[in-house]
């Protein structure tokens, strides 16, 4: 019998086994701090007594699970013992819903909000936020050999430098909040200035009445001699019309362009805010025929993870046109209606001393200050999934130990964009590439989560791949890394091999990730129809087995500094796993060791020249340092 049963006010409860993890009355606000679990709990959830005709639905965060809709007994509804939490952490919120039995989606009402404080299991608190550190650092090592040509004089790879560029880790929809708190927060200062804005002097010259008084322009004098006017005769005494130097107050100067400058500054990021999460939208739309497929009787891809996004995307785009609609009103201000824009350099006095001025002046400098890098994830709100961070690490630690390698970085097809002269977001998204050039004129094209379609669709899209089982839900695995040939005679580069590498989230390899990577040995060459998929890793932040940080799952098959040991003349497929994980210990933005050894022995058994020297650099420093 349920604990609650015979209460009159239905209760949301969750359970861990047998132990109850907290009890909250549906239709109200929790108290008190959120209750601890941990990601791996096996939870369960209950309503009890039940409403009569009611059924009611969970949501974890922006994701309904496989079983969103609970089971209704005669006097409750339970929700089986699952793994809700996994690959969350911090402040997870779970949503209660219900409706009339049968009744439309439409018809879907909150009813209650329950936050529960996720700690990871799988990697610690300290690994997740080197992780984090490495993303900020490794994008701003890309962008330097890049995209700035402005910080070309800076040396490459110094820590300090990169160091030096600010690069909070937020999305989208945080950074929207951020500009919102920083628009309420200039608001008040610039009220205060338009109330009583520092005035100038300026001299004009004007014709008009001149009494004898008041001070002629330099060529007054002139003026009236040209015209016949005298006026020292008694006929002048009343006035005569000359030109005269009349001093105005203005409020055109230095200060008021800085402050239009930034204002500008703002509205500018705003409005790609906008426009990323309306472009996001738009690709959320265009892939669900993709994604749209129940299998089980389950919730698709679409309804499961995409249809809340585009709830929060919409949310975001509403919050750029309020915080644009403020922007406006401030620029209409009297004082910043005919100014021009002044970039900033010093802090001028009026700057330094005069109180409404300087609060606006530190908040435009925190401002900048945090934010002349900025890596957009993802537009949810809440915290990214740790399986998406994890993704995008891998992604970031494969590119960055081509370049440690000595690949020379040559495309970065929409990885960075530009906003201002030392202004650029980041932002990984389905089909980043990232395109980098050895000595012997081979080309690594590097792809974070591809679709790989069938050849038609591929052809049809200029795609170098394409999936061989026709009609099948289109393939999109974390990172493929493509190898090019060197062009000849004019020619474009052939597509020699191609290299997947899935990032699994877990602290286990079990059979269904080998299985479940399996199938992309199928994913072919589109102009010739060959197999081009030659190996097929599955990277995680296990612990390395016996010290190998690189192991094949046939253990025939031997790991070493030249890669695996079979020739690619064999023409192999090979499956192999790869222990990467964030060290909290190194400093941010250092390539993995793991990450380093992998990509040393990918180049070096596919003959690359880069890997032959850094083994020749090694012997050197070795005996160096013996």
């Known amino acids: 019998m349920s604990k609650h049963e015979n209460d009159d006010v239905p209760m949301f409860a969750v359970y861990h086994h047998d132990d109850c993890v907290v009890t909250v009355p549906l239709d109200s606000v929790m108290a008190g701090a959120a209750p601890a679990c941990q990601e791996m709990d096996r939870l369960t959830f209950e309503v009890s007594p039940k409403e009569p005709e009611l059924e009611y639905r969970i949501q974890i965060g922006d994701v309904a699970p496989a079983t969103a809709i609970g089971k209704a007994y005669r006097r409750h509804v339970e929700w089986p013992g699952e793994r809700y939490l996994e690959s969350a952490r911090g402040l997870v919120d779970i949503k209660l819903f219900s409706r009339v039995e049968h009744a439309p989606a439409a018809a879907w009402q909150l009813r209650l909000t329950l936050l529960l404080a996720v700690s990871a299991s799988k990697v610690t608190e300290a690994v997740f936020a080197a992780m984090v550190g490495d993303l900020a650092s490794l994008s701003s090592g890309l962008l330097f050999d890049l995209a700035s040509k402005s910080f070309a ?71 009236f001699v040209a015209r016949g006017i005298d006026p020292r005769r008694p006929s002048t005494e009343g006035g005569i019309v000359g030109p005269r130097l009349r001093i105005i107050a203005h409020t055109q100067c ?23 999460a309306s472009a996001e939208r738009q690709r959320i739309v265009a892939d669900k025929p993709y994604r749209n497929h129940r299998f089980g009787g389950e919730a698709s891809l679409y309804e499961a993870f995409d249809q809340p996004k585009l709830d929060k995307l919409n949310e975001a785009i509403a919050r750029a046109q309020r915080i644009d609609r403020a922007l406006r009103g401030m620029l209409e201000l009297p004082f910043l209606r005919q100014q021009r824009a002044i970039a900033p350099r010093e802090p001028t006095p009026i700057f330094r001393y005069v109180l409404n001025y300087h609060r606006f002046w530190r908040s435009m400098r ?77 080309r690594v094209l590097l792809r974070y989560e591809p679709w790989i379609v069938s050849r038609e669709l591929a052809r049809r899209s200029g795609d170098s791949l394409f999936q061989g089982r026709e009609g099948e839900v289109p393939w999109s695995p974390d990172v493929i890394m493509e190898i090019f040939d060197p062009p000849v005679q004019g020619k474009p580069p052939q597509l020699a091999h191609a290299i997947v590498i899935d990032a699994k989230y877990t602290s286990r390899i079990e059979t269904h990730h080998w299985e479940g990577t399996s199938k992309y040995q199928m994913i072919r060459d ?92 090694d012997e050197l420093q070795i005996e160096a340092a013996a």
Request: neutral net charge; glycine residues 6%; proline residues 5%.
């Open 366 to 442: 925190e401002y900048l200050q945090r934010s002349t890098l900025l890596l957009e994830h993802s537009v949810d709100e809440r915290s990214k999934p740790t399986w998406r961070m994890y993704e995008q690490w891998v992604f970031l630690q494969i590119a960055a130990a081509c370049e440690d390698i000595g690949l020379r970085p040559s495309s970065h097809d929409s990885l960075f964009r530009r906003l201002g002269s030392q202004l650029f977001t980041v932002d990984l998204r389905r089909d980043t590439q990232l395109g980098f050039t050895a000595a012997d004129g081979r």
């Open 254 to 276: 230095v200060e008021h362009g800085v402050i239009r400058w930034f204002l500008d500054l703002i509205r500018e990021r705003t409005k790609d805010c906008a426009g990323h």
């Open 153 to 223: 004089g800076i040396a490459k790879g110094k820590p300090q430098s990169r160091a030096a560029v600010k690069l909070p880790p937020q999305s989208a929809q945080l950074e929207l909040r951020v500009l919102e708190a920083l628009v309420q927060e200039v608001s008040c200062s610039l009220l205060e200035i338009s109330r009583q804005p520092e005035v100038f002097l300026r001299s004009e010259r004007r014709v008009a009445t001149w009494t004898g008084s008041e001070r002629l322009t330099n060529d007054g004098l002139s003026w």
């Open 526 to 617: 589109t102009e010739s129809g060959a197999q081009i998929v030659r190996q097929v890793w599955v990277a995680s932040p296990v612990k390395p087995e016996r010290g190998a940080v690189v192991r094949f799952r046939d253990p025939s098959v031997t790991w070493s500094l030249d890669g695996a040991d079979r020739p690619v003349g064999t023409l192999e497929f090979l499956q192999g796993a790869v222990a990467m994980a964030a060290d909290p210990q190194s400093p941010r933005g250092t390539v993995c060791p793991a990450a380093r050894e992998f990509i040393t022995g990918l180049l070096a058994w596919l003959h690359f020249p880069e890997a032959q020297r850094r083994f020749q650099n």
